[in-house]
């Protein structure tokens, strides 16, 4: 039975409606990531889920007594302002119940022992937690806290962004939920926490519903792919590889099919303007059809745009651009970098690396002469204009208008040596022109982030320098961003905690390894990974020990000779697995293909456990192929 059933929900906001007559169901045990371009309506989609929202229309189903975390994509600003404790938020988490106890644990430590009227309300509060099995709840705090590692007495807005996130997650598990929602849980996070958190999340007993833009955790993570394109909900079958695979091909359906369809109206509309002898004898039928095919073509959403990216690098700068030698830098008698050097020539492409308020934006600001070293040297080279994206959105007026923050009083803007109306540039980044004239504080994360990319590339340059420009943009506008600086002259100074788009467009990393040591390391994050040396009783966070899983080989592959039995399951292996990734395939193409939707839907969920089985299957055959090829060559 379905957890969470949608039928037929919609959402509008003005005339753009977020959810059209959707549907979506939430098996038991599933790890799904919703997927959609910025602006689509993912997080309200979760925020209906979680009760937060109501549909226009349709019907939300959830399983009897079903309980549900939800964790929200931006923290509570009323949190951020007040001095909770990490205690008192997690305990709210419990609802009512949470309330209780931080009723009571408020009463024993303020109450007159001597007034009678505090007597009766502690004595009552402490009847309602009985009834309500508040005290083993409490124990469930408890466990949560240090399941996270926190004492419980830090105060929230203290805490750096990746630790409040962490705080959120604890509040959304501590009562236990049946279904899970997170709403982009690694913005903010480093790497080393991400890391923490995807197998967190692979090891709890919960089904999940999440929104992500990390390619790594949602590999890592997803077992099916949902995508909300123009207020349709579309189910796609295995990992994020087969999505894009099946998602590519139901595209160039689509597109082959609009064709079809607007040949067919151009030659209605030539017939229906011929002469007086066609207008005599034309079939009134076919005046209606073309009529219905006129209603179906202006009812007809067409998918999104794609941003265009383009860069302001003109003129070259000098070979050399930075040079670092022995430099130091402390704050408030904390060494953040001790005796760094590093060279950066024209072209470099850098990538800085390290946990959460170690110091990546402090070394930029000594790079780029934002700041002084307390010791050593740092040499800038000649010709350098620099843009520098700011993850803080800082440079960013929120009262103006979009236009505005790019346009800054002028109409039109000069790109590469090319005039360009600032209402046309910005429909290259996916703001129409009533969006444009909106105010900023009116925009999401996501578009933000857009409006800052295309205020940088309004201004000439060749140092490019970008603190964590990913967080909250969605994975096609990621994509083009690689393209771009990818094919990007001049010099890239990168911080980021996506591992894919490091792995894509940096090559070097600049890494913090702890007590102010920066090293320098040559390609990737991978390449840094493959090279890195394990440290005795190193762990990461919490009590997850590492996100690798060995592969199960033979205890003793040595033991005996391998059986005749044996060589010929290795042997004939190779052809099992070829004809599993055919037929693995083929479904994939027709649970991709519109017309299994259309012409017997009875049969999706055939073909979707089909899929299922074959990929487990095709999963214990490699896994038993690793075991017998070790056999084999011990």
């Not at 040949?263 to 011929?274: F, G, S, T």
């Not at 005996?560 to 055919?582: H, V």
Request: with cysteine.
């Amino acid at each position: 039975m379905s957890l969470i059933s949608l039928k037929n929900a919609s959402l509008a906001f003005g005339h753009v409606y977020l959810l059209n007559k959707a549907n979506f169901q939430l098996e038991p045990g599933e790890r799904v990531c919703l997927l959609g371009r910025n602006g689509e309506g993912k997080s309200s989609l979760l925020k209906i889920i979680a009760g937060l929202q109501a549909l226009d229309d349709g019907e939300l189903v959830l399983a009897q007594n079903l309980k549900i975390g939800y964790l929200p994509q931006e923290v509570l600003a009323q949190m951020n302002e007040q001095n909770h404790s990490v205690h008192d938020i997690v305990m709210e988490g419990l609802g009512r119940v949470g309330q209780l106890i931080l009723e009571y644990e408020k009463l024993l430590i303020t109450m007159d022992f001597t007034n009678e009227a505090e007597l009766e309300k502690l004595a009552s509060t402490q009847a309602e937690l009985d009834a309500s099995d508040g005290w083993q709840k409490k124990q469930l705090v408890e466990k949560t806290l240090s399941r996270f590692q926190f004492s419980g007495e830090e105060i929230f807005k203290k805490l750096s962004g990746g630790l409040k996130r962490r705080v959120f997650l604890a509040r959304a598990l501590v009562n236990e939920p049946d279904v899970l929602l997170l709403d982009e849980p690694t913005n903010h996070l480093d790497i080393e926490s991400i890391q923490w958190l995807e197998e967190f999340l692979l090891n709890v007993r919960t089904t999940l519903l999440f929104i992500t833009h990390d390619r790594s955790f949602l590999s890592a993570l997803a077992t099916r792919i949902v995508e909300l394109d123009r207020g349709q909900l579309s189910s796609w079958p295995g990992n994020y590889k087969n999505y894009l695979t099946a998602k590519e091909a139901q595209l160039q359906v689509e597109i082959e099919q609009k064709a079809k369809f607007d040949k067919k109206l151009a030659e209605e509309e030539v017939w229906i303007r011929q002469g007086i002898k066609a207008r005599r004898t034309r079939n009134e039928g076919r005046v209606r059809a073309l009529e219905a095919l006129r209603k179906e073509r202006a009812g007809w959403r067409s998918q999104q745009g794609r941003v265009k990216l383009e860069s302001g690098a003109e003129n070259k700068s000098g070979k050399l651009v930075i040079r670092a030698e022995d430099v130091s830098f402390s704050y408030q008698q904390n060494t953040l970098i001790k005796n760094f050097s590093t060279l950066i020539t024209r072209g470099d492409k850098v990538g800085i690396v390290g946990p959460n308020g170690v110091g990546k934006t402090t070394l930029v600001k000594l790079l780029l002469g934002q700041l002084k070293p307390d010791s050593g040297e740092i040499e800038r080279g000649t010709r350098l204009e620099i843009a520098y994206f700011d993850q803080l959105r800082a440079s960013l007026n929120e009262r103006a208008s979009v236009a505005e923050n790019v346009s800054e009083g002028s109409d039109l803007l000069t790109i590469n040596g090319k005039t360009k109306h600032v209402m046309s540039y910005l429909q290259d980044f996916l703001f129409s022109p009533e969006r444009a004239r909106s105010p900023v504080s009116a925009l999401s994360g996501g578009e933000k982030n857009r409006l800052l990319l295309a205020k940088l590339f309004t201004r000439p340059n060749n140092l490019l320098v970008m603190d964590e420009p990913t967080n909250d943009l969605d994975i096609d506008t990621m994509e083009l961003l690689e393209e771009l600086l990818l094919d990007y002259p001049g010099t890239l100074i990168l911080i980021s905690h996506d591992r894919t788009f490091l792995n894509r467009v940096v090559t070097q990393v600049l890494v913090f390894e702890g007590q102010g040591q920066v090293s320098d390391y040559v390609g990737g994050y991978e390449d840094w990974m493959s090279r890195k040396a394990p440290q005795p009783g190193q762990q990461k966070l919490g009590s997850v020990q590492s996100i690798e899983k060995p592969i199960n080989k033979s205890a003793n592959p040595t033991a005996k000779k391998m059986s005749y039995k044996d060589q010929k399951e290795l042997e004939a292996l190779p052809l099992t697995i070829e004809a599993l990734e055919n037929d693995i395939s083929q479904l994939h193409d027709s649970l991709a293909h519109p017309d299994t939707y259309k012409n017997d839907p009875s049969k999706i969920s055939a073909l979707q456990n089909d899929l299922k089985l074959k990929e487990q299957t095709l999963r214990e055959c490699y896994q038993r192929w690793e075991e017998l090829d070790a056999y084999k060559e011990s």
